[in-house]
């Protein structure tokens, strides 16, 4: 379990349990939910411990298959999940999973999809890459802009927010993640993004 995962564990729980998704509003909801949703989650984190399953994989699926009709009928929303991959979304889920064992998998991801809302990205972004010697990541324009601005909000920042990754970004972001002992890489990746915007700094 890595230090981000670890980190991550608490705070998220907290976000997702403050929604008021239940199994009994899916009932009133009056909608059948197929394949894994409908497993418990003791069964999602067990086979979650067991690398290659087939169960595993169709997890990631079922979720990103959700998030993907949200996106798509949601009204103003172009991505519910605009800086999360599957590792960091699997980890939310994890975390209820691990709290609320006799609730469903399909419980779990509609309650994050809840807890995600209010930072959907809510018109279609540009995806852009961010590279340096250390690696490279592909983020939208706007999260790019976003964590300018909280970086600017900060004090690490002092440039304009306008998504462009110059020096002075690049500059900023790593002097944000040697501040908050994350690796030092001067890139927007899922550590410094969940920091940035999951965290209370």
């Known amino acids: 379990m890595t230090t981000f ?60 298959g959700y998030l993907t009709g949200e996106n798509r009928y949601s009204k103003e929303t172009f991505d519910l999940a605009p800086w999360e991959n599957l590792e960091t979304l699997t980890n939310y889920l994890h975390t209820y999973c691990t709290k609320n064992p006799s609730h469903t998998y399909g419980v779990a991801v509609l309650t994050m999809v809840d807890a995600l809302r209010a930072d959907r990205l809510t018109k279609p972004s540009p995806p852009i890459d961010l590279e340096t010697e ?28 306008d998504g462009a990754y110059g020096p002075q970004t690049r500059a900023a972001i790593e002097k944000y993640q040697s501040s908050k002992n994350l690796k030092v890489n001067g890139l927007l990746d899922q550590a410094t993004l969940y920091s940035l915007f999951r965290t209370k700094n």
């Open 134 to 161: 250390h690696g490279k990541v592909r983020v939208y324009l706007a999260t790019v802009i976003r964590a300018q601005k909280k970086l600017y909000d900060e004090d690490y920042f002092k440039g304009k927010p």
């Open 5 to 64: 995962r670890i980190a991550a564990l608490a705070s998220i729980y907290l976000a997702l349990t403050s929604t008021n998704i239940t199994a009994a509003a899916l009932d009133n909801n009056q909608f059948s939910i197929k394949g894994v949703g409908n497993f418990v989650c003791s069964r999602f984190v067990n086979d979650m411990k067991e690398t290659g399953s087939t169960s595993a994989f169709m997890y990631g699926g079922w979720a990103y």
